[in-house]
């Protein structure tokens, strides 16, 4: 996760600076060994981590279907490492992306990640990763997920029910439109990232314990209520993470309720969501967060030769920022921010991706919350951004007959990203003569799983 | 009575394409089985079991044995089912209704008709 551009910990600002704007990269071929399957099978573009309805089904299970006995044990082991070249439209020496980094134009290994993956037991499964951050060089404990479901008749009706413990609301989920697991997949760490984001967006991701119920009921309806609580500071200390960071005040609550029309070639999803969620501020009270939101969804894979997906989300954040506000941080007790996103992808014969995407935060004028910086900051007081991305991804393996299947997968990824609006303008918005198109962001990857 | 002639018509009009709209087209067959079976199950003589058993020869089989020592769940072993067509056919679109406890997660073809393809490809496959 990246660090905030602005010095003041302005809640808002530290919830959004990175988490969720730039994603955590998840692939891995234990699964392929575990099932037999080549990655195809129950990803769209032969990658991970983007589901398809097989997918879907695998991951709601548990992550336990296998063939035959399974693997061998050190085969759910997987490795994956994403590496990246950042340029940006104009540099930011005033304000390094990290300690480690020039100001513009930066190769990084962004992340080197080890995973296991698959059945632990008859219904019980895991996924589970640790990663080295390459940005901020640190050992972490990363995506958490393991559980316990079964498949089953209640009433006559083919239901999936099951429970996951896991470490961040919405990385349960089985779409592709809540932040855990939306596009873009992968985004660049070493990107001015906007001044503000919702906390469903990735701010308690890592940092919380919790688990949650869920149940796919007749393949119509999905639901899922979950509750988390913070890690101690110690624990956060010995994962890697953060021991500083805001703890909750008391547990997080996270629904989300789907309605879906799937078929092993389409899918068609519309559902609602929210969190609620209080943030301790030390010495002054805590701020309350309700998310609450929309989204859809619609895959279509055909042949899977000609594959089409669109995914959507509108999500709204209420803030009550009793902690923030009494101690003289923000200029307001409520503040509200909404983010919409949407995507349209299209996959040929697995192999060639395109992407485009439009998104738009906006968000109260706080003079006290966002204020000018360098690079990172608003001159306006306002979190308002929008733009557009596109993105070209080819994955040369993964097919049933592809080289090293199923022991490696490669993706490489060209990802343009431009700014019409940045922290409340379009020109000057930081105060300091930066414009939002200077933070306009190409992204080369390559991302290898194995 | 007049009135019930071209309703009658149609019936029979059904009733005749009924059994070559079962007989399925094993071309199509083919096809929606790699797309919707082949992830789990091959189907070459002598292929592995995978997630779900090897399918070849599959129709006539009985249920729940053989195909090279493949675990099938208790509720597939003690269906008593034959896969003759009819019954893949109901079984491929529900699987789950049509063998309850099944561990086959699939949840089913489009149609009928998909499902009629998908047997006539199979029964060339032995």
């Known amino acids: 996760m990246q660090k905030p551009y602005v010095p003041r910990l302005a809640i808002a600002a530290m919830l959004a600076l990175g988490v969720g704007w730039s994603q955590q990269a998840r692939a891995i071929p234990a699964f392929s060994r575990q099932t037999q399957e080549p990655c195809t099978s129950c990803h769209i573009g032969a990658f991970g981590p ?43 020496p005033q304000a390094k992306p990290s300690a480690h980094s020039g100001a513009n134009d930066n190769f990084a290994l962004d992340q080197a990640s080890l995973f296991y993956g698959g059945r632990i037991y008859d219904h019980i499964g895991a996924f589970i990763q640790l990663t080295e951050d390459g940005i901020n060089r640190r050992f972490h404990v990363d995506n958490v997920d393991i559980r316990y479901a079964r498949q089953q008749d209640v009433l006559g009706v083919d239901t999936i029910l099951g429970i996951s413990a896991n470490n961040n609301p919405g990385v349960a989920d089985p779409y592709h439109t809540l932040p855990a697991w939306g596009q873009p997949f992968v985004a660049s760490a070493l990107a001015p990232s906007p001044i503000a984001g919702a906390i469903l967006n990735g701010g308690l991701a890592g940092q919380v314990y919790g688990a949650s119920a869920y149940a796919r009921v007749g393949g119509m309806v999905y639901a899922e209520a979950g509750i988390y609580n913070s890690l101690s500071r110690d624990v956060a200390h010995y994962g890697g993470l953060d021991p500083n960071a805001l703890q ?134 306002r979190p308002n951004t929008q733009g557009y991305m596109a993105e070209l991804d080819w994955v040369p393996f993964g097919k049933p007959d592809s080289y090293l299947s199923p022991w490696a997968n490669l993706k490489l990824g060209l990802q343009y990203t431009a700014f019409s609006r940045f922290n409340g303008a379009g020109q000057n918005y930081d105060g300091f003569g930066r414009n939002a198109s200077n933070n306009n962001t190409l992204y080369l990857f390559a991302w290898v799983a194995f | 009575m007049t009135l019930h002639r071209p309703l009658a018509a149609a019936a029979v009009l059904l009733a005749l394409a009924a059994p070559a709209f079962a007989a399925g087209d094993a071309a199509r067959g083919a096809e929606s089985f790699k797309n919707d079976c082949a992830a789990c199950h091959t189907v070459v003589q002598g292929g592995p079991n995978r997630v779900g058993p ?11 044995e053989g195909r090279g020592g493949f675990h099938f769940s208790p509720a597939m072993a003690r269906s008593g089912l034959t896969w003759d067509e009819a019954t893949l056919i109901r079984y491929l679109q529900a699987p789950r209704r049509v063998v309850p406890g099944t561990t086959m997660s699939f949840q089913g073809v489009d149609d009928a008709a998909e499902a009629a393809d998908i047997v006539a490809y199979l029964a060339t496959m032995k």
């Open chain 1, 50 to 92: 983007e589901l398809t309805g097989r997918g879907r089904t695998f991951k709601l299970l548990g992550y336990t279907e296998q063939a035959g006995d399974g693997p061998s044990w050190w085969e759910h082991f997987s490795g994956m490492v994403l590496g990246s070249f950042t340029h940006t439209a104009a540099g930011t």
């Open chain 1, 248 to 381: 909750l005040a008391n547990p997080a609550t996270f629904w989300r309720v789907a309605l879906q029309q799937e078929t092993n070639r389409r899918l068609f999803e519309v559902g609602a969501f929210a969190m609620n969620a209080a943030l301790r501020q030390p010495g002054s009270g805590a701020d309350r967060f309700l998310d609450w939101g929309m989204d859809a969804s619609f895959q279509f894979l055909g042949n899977r030769t000609h594959m089409f997906t669109g995914y959507g989300r509108w999500l709204h954040e209420d803030q009550t920022l009793n902690g923030t506000f009494g101690g003289g941080n923000s200029a307001n007790l409520r503040d509200h921010l909404s983010e919409l996103r949407g995507n349209l992808s299209y996959w040929y014969q697995q192999t060639y991706g395109v992407t485009g995407g439009i998104f738009r935060t906006t968000g109260s004028a706080d003079a006290i919350l966002y204020q000018a910086s360098p690079v990172g900051g608003s001159v306006a007081g």
């Open chain 2, 54 to 64: 090897n399918l070849f020869g599959v129709l006539g089989a009985k249920a729940g």
